[in-house]
């Protein structure tokens, strides 16, 4: 089967770089994210995109980059303003600079404007009149910004880094240093605290941090009581309050002891704190649905198998249930990761996405042989087209057509995907016509459910918990693997009057074991 990589340049009208929306970025920041000089960055200041911070150092928002880029790529289909020139080379409407600005008269008497693109250095050209000429040459002026530098009326003014609607924030000045002491946590964490940060700060109307008091925080925390209320206006789940909680607590007590924010009060973080009643679980909630080993069996077995793609998502699928893997570990392994010799899957943290750090070797799971041969025959199929023990377990599914070998990165390694949206689509697709529709998470909760439906020792109990990354049997009886309220209804219709003692005479002393360990278990788990 033909493999090919695609070379996929990025333009720099920079139409395939994200910022994070909520991050704080500085200038160097900018020109390592967009690999561009210090005068670009200054180009783009004067074209238009304020920082959110003036003094030095210059900081601008993550979402108002995005905007000012946005703008001018869309700008650049319209009308263009006064002393603007659309460059064929970055698909984006740019002023140029003006010592490198030059004109000359055509045959209609108008001039012919010709200059230099100042981010890609591409040559641009157009007819204007002298009052353009004036307008660039104007921008000269270090005082003097682009919305100042004439008078046309325009959809897109000056000073695009604050959007429509939105309120300059005093507070991105600490936030981007609470970003370096946030480099503690993984990207996403950092992100997910950034958003409650966020979040807090409208609240509080954009108010400065510095002024935050006791009854703001009060307020919040009443805010959050109500939100989790069965008929609350805008409801929020047990585990969205607490972790913003969670977070905010964490910020505010970094915040004390910043210079100029230690006059804050002490029990700043403390007035969050909400009633463990406000955490009470909902009585409709039901348990996190997920597939019995049989059903997940079927599913994997009713996938299509007609392409590479369709070959990645059944191993994907089945590599889930094999080690009880976390999407986002799942799609960071590399080929060398898994050992189908030995049946063994190397979580490496130095290079995989784990959860906390946690580098393990994890067996197979003694599970039907349709998981490992849908893994082992993609394996098998990697190798085949040349890949190497370094590359990307599952590599984007553009490397799967066109010539064969066709390497993308020339001797570099093929990176793993950044989203784990592939991970969900294996899902769907091995749910596609089903009655439920379940989650890449529900693989461990199916394998942690496994272990109580098998006679088990209570070393081998113990060895299937620390094999799904537990660090004691506890965290797999208490978090994975529960009861929905229909099983639990069965199994106590199934359950009769109280056994006869001599029913136990057949049974082997491993087992007995097993059914004390497993009855113990279970009174442990209930306290």
């Known amino acids: 089967m033909a493999l090919r990589w695609v070379l996929v340049a990025v333009a720099r009208s ?30 783009w200041v004067q074209g238009g995109l304020e920082p959110s911070v003036v003094s030095r150092p210059k900081l601008f928002r993550g979402e108002d980059v995005e905007a000012f880029h946005r703008a001018r790529r869309e700008r650049s289909k319209t009308q263009l303003r006064r002393g603007e020139f659309k460059c064929m080379g970055c698909k984006t409407a740019v002023f140029p600079r003006p010592n490198l600005l030059s004109s000359r008269p055509s045959k209609t008497g108008a001039l012919f404007l010709m200059a230099r693109c100042p981010d890609c250095g591409a040559n641009v050209c157009r007819l204007g009149t002298q009052a353009d000429l004036d307008a660039i040459r104007q921008r000269s002026n270090p005082n003097t910004s682009e919305g100042f530098s004439h008078e046309d009326n325009t959809s897109v003014p000056g000073g695009i880094g604050i959007s429509k609607g939105k309120t300059r924030s005093p507070n991105d000045g600490i936030i981007y240093r609470w970003q370096a002491y ?14 409650t940060i966020r979040q807090f700060e409208a609240f509080l109307r954009f108010k400065p941090f510095e002024q935050i008091t006791l009854s703001d925080c ?32 964490d910020f505010l007590g970094w915040l004390r002891k910043q210079e100029g924010y230690k006059r804050l009060p002490a029990d700043l973080p403390d007035a969050l704190d909400l009633p463990r009643s406000a955490y ?11 597939p019995s080993l049989e059903e997940a069996d079927d599913l994997l077995r009713r996938m299509h198998a007609d392409t590479m793609q369709d070959l990645r998502k059944r191993a994907i699928f089945a590599l889930a249930f094999l080690g009880a893997l976390r999407a986002d570990t799942l799609i960071s392994l590399r080929l060398r990761d898994i050992d189908c010799s030995d049946r063994k899957i190397t979580q490496d943290a130095r290079v995989a996405r784990t959860k906390n750090g946690k580098s393990l070797v994890i067996a197979w799971f003694p599970i039907a042989e349709a998981f490992s041969a849908a893994v082992v025959e993609w394996i098998d199929l990697m190798k085949r ?24 990165y020339w001797g570099q390694r093929v990176p793993s995907m950044t989203s784990t949206y592939a991970v969900s689509e ?28 098998r006679t088990l020792t209570a070393e081998q109990r113990k060895a299937w918990s620390e094999n799904m990354g537990h660090e004691n049997e506890q965290i797999t009886l208490s978090h994975y693997g529960k009861l929905s309220a229909d099983r639990r209804f069965d199994l106590m ?29 279970l009174v442990f788990a209930s306290r």
């Open 280 to 290: 009470a679980k909902d009585l409709r909630r039901d348990r996190k649905l997920y």
């Open 426 to 453: 294996a899902f769907r697709a091995a749910c596609r016509n089903h009655h439920t529709t379940y989650t890449p998470h529900a693989a461990k909760h199916t394998i942690a459910a496994e272990r109580d439906r």
């Open 385 to 408: 087209g040349g890949f190497n023990p370094e590359d990307a377990l599952f590599p984007n599914e553009c490397v799967f057509s066109g010539r064969k070998k066709c390497r993308k």
């Open 14 to 43: 920079y139409k395939g770089i994200r910022l994070k929306t909520h991050r704080v970025y500085s200038v160097e920041d900018l020109m390592a994210v967009y690999n561009v000089c210090r005068n670009t960055v200054s180009n």
């Open 493 to 521: 219709a199934d359950i009769g009057e109280e056994r006869d003692p001599a029913s136990l005479k057949g049974l082997s002393d491993d087992k007995k074991i097993a059914i004390f360990d497993s009855f113990a278990a």
């Open 182 to 195: 946030a480099g503690k946590f993984s990207g996403k964490t950092l992100d997910r605290h950034l958003t």
């Open 218 to 249: 009060h307020e919040l925390r009443d805010q959050l009581k109500e939100a989790l209320l069965p008929d609350a206006s805008m409801p929020k789940s047990r585990s969205t309050v607490q972790h913003s909680v969670s977070h905010l607590k």
